[in-house]
């Protein structure tokens, strides 16, 4: 069974850091694009940033400067490097992976999966 599980998330303080990683297994054949979400209580989600299988990486305004984000094709995985935090970075953050499970389905029957979610907090 295919599944994306992130980490990283948890509490800091204004200015501080955060890393967060999403591993992607199961029977995969090739992911495509991968990338970040994030949805604050009362808000819709948002995109944050995505990375090209190539490492072509696009981000929004709100983060340009301050977030990085990276992969690696070996591991299935994605980070995303999360610097000078603001209070408003507050929110549960997905994971997105666009995946070709098998040989067939490349390249015109991509599937996109979603992680279950991590929290980050940006409080003093």
């Known amino acids: 069974q295919v599944q994306l599980v992130e980490s990283g998330g948890g509490s800091v303080q204004p200015g501080g850091s955060l890393r967060l990683s999403c591993a992607a297994s199961?029977?995969?054949?090739?992911?495509?694009?991968m990338g970040w979400y994030r949805q604050a209580p009362d808000k819709e989600r948002e995109l944050v940033a995505t990375i090209s299988r190539g490492g072509t990486p696009n981000y929004a305004d709100f983060v340009k400067g301050r977030f990085t984000i990276s992969r690696d094709n070996a591991k299935n995985t994605v980070y995303l490097q999360m610097n000078s935090l603001k209070p408003e970075d507050t929110a549960a953050y997905f994971c997105?992976?666009?995946?070709?499970?098998?040989?067939?389905?490349?390249?015109?029957?991509?599937?996109?999966?979603w992680g279950p979610g991590t929290q980050v907090t940006v409080s003093s």
């Open positions: 199961g029977r995969i054949f090739s992911i495509n694009a």
């Open positions: 997105n992976a666009v995946m070709f499970l098998t040989r067939s389905s490349y390249p015109s029957n991509p599937v996109d999966y």
